[in-house]
């Protein structure tokens, strides 16, 4: 029986080397390759061909939803998973529509993460269950804010942003919270309430929560 060829992606120096000896205390296993980034992943895959690919999201050169993307054009049948810290939604929807079969969160024990593995090479999507609650909740939301988005013609950024005035959020846990600049969503929340038709971030809130 041959084993399951596996390439491991990661700009961490330490962590691959440590997922290589987690998976390859299962004899069906191979780890073939540790590469840094997308593009040198690329130059791999031009001379070998793992069954499945463990792939970082953020890295340098190349992050980890572009090069799957490139994968899934170029080698559809390879098997790519997701392996992050971050289970941010946006990440797990962009990975997902580029071609990923799954998105596993880096606190993975090392039973669940051969099993992924085993499930990957299979053909399986695989999604933790906190994984799959926050996809299922993204897609709740986005029916609800539809409304507000199309009755007051907000862009998608400033609906986000308009759902987490809300929410209570201040100007600065919105900028956290979308990695984008204090002023940046000053500027987007003059925007809206030009939109909304109001001046001040009560009104807004009131507003906002009526369409939602």
């Not at 061909?49 to 799957?68: F, H, K, Q, S, W």
């Not at 939604?89 to 880096?106: F, H, M």
């Not at 299979?122 to 939301?141: C, H, M, Q, Y």
């Given at each position: 029986?041959?084993?399951?060829k596996?390439l491991?992606?990661?700009?961490?120096?330490?962590?691959?080397?440590?997922?290589?000896?987690?998976?390859?205390?299962?004899?069906?296993?191979?780890?073939?390759?540790?590469?840094?980034?997308?593009?040198t992943?690329?130059?791999?895959?031009e001379?070998?061909?793992?069954?499945v690919?463990?792939?970082?999201?953020?890295?340098?050169e190349?992050?980890?939803v572009?090069c799957?993307?490139?994968?899934n054009?170029?080698?559809p049948?390879i098997?790519?998973?997701?392996?992050?810290?971050f289970?941010?939604r946006?990440?797990i929807?962009?990975?997902?529509?580029?071609?990923?079969?799954?998105y596993?969160?880096?606190?993975?024990s090392?039973?669940?993460?051969?099993a992924?593995?085993?499930?990957?090479?299979?053909?399986?999507?695989?999604?933790?269950?906190?994984?799959?609650?926050?996809?299922?909740?993204?897609?709740?939301?986005?029916?609800?804010?539809d409304?507000?988005?199309?009755?007051?013609?907000?862009t998608?950024?400033?609906?986000?942003i308009?759902?987490?005035?809300?929410?209570?959020?201040?100007?600065?846990?919105?900028?956290?919270?979308?990695?984008i600049?204090e002023?940046?969503?000053?500027?987007?929340?003059?925007?809206?309430y030009?939109?909304?038709?109001?001046?001040?971030?009560?009104?807004?809130?009131?507003?906002?929560?009526e369409?939602i």
């Amino acid at each position: 029986m041959s084993k399951i060829k596996v390439l491991l992606v990661d700009d961490q120096r330490i962590l691959p080397e440590g997922l290589k000896a987690i998976l390859e205390t299962d004899p069906e296993i191979e780890v073939i390759g540790i590469r840094d980034n997308g593009k040198t992943a690329l130059l791999f895959l031009e001379s070998n061909a793992p069954d499945v690919i463990l792939m970082d999201i953020r890295m340098p050169e190349m992050n980890g939803v572009d090069c799957t993307k490139h994968i899934n054009q170029r080698y559809p049948h390879i098997s790519v998973l997701m392996l992050t810290t971050f289970d941010d939604r946006d990440y797990i929807e962009d990975a997902l529509k580029n071609g990923a079969c799954g998105y596993l969160l880096k606190d993975i024990s090392g039973e669940k993460l051969i099993a992924a593995v085993k499930d990957a090479a299979k053909g399986d999507t695989i999604l933790p269950s906190r994984v799959a609650a926050r996809l299922l909740s993204n897609l709740k939301v986005k029916k609800k804010t539809d409304r507000l988005k199309d009755t007051f013609f907000l862009t998608e950024r400033e609906n986000e942003i308009a759902v987490m005035i809300s929410q209570g959020y201040t100007n600065k846990q919105i900028a956290g919270s979308l990695y984008i600049s204090e002023g940046t969503v000053k500027n987007y929340v003059s925007v809206i309430y030009e939109k909304l038709g109001t001046n001040d971030r009560t009104g807004a809130a009131i507003k906002i929560k009526e369409y939602i």
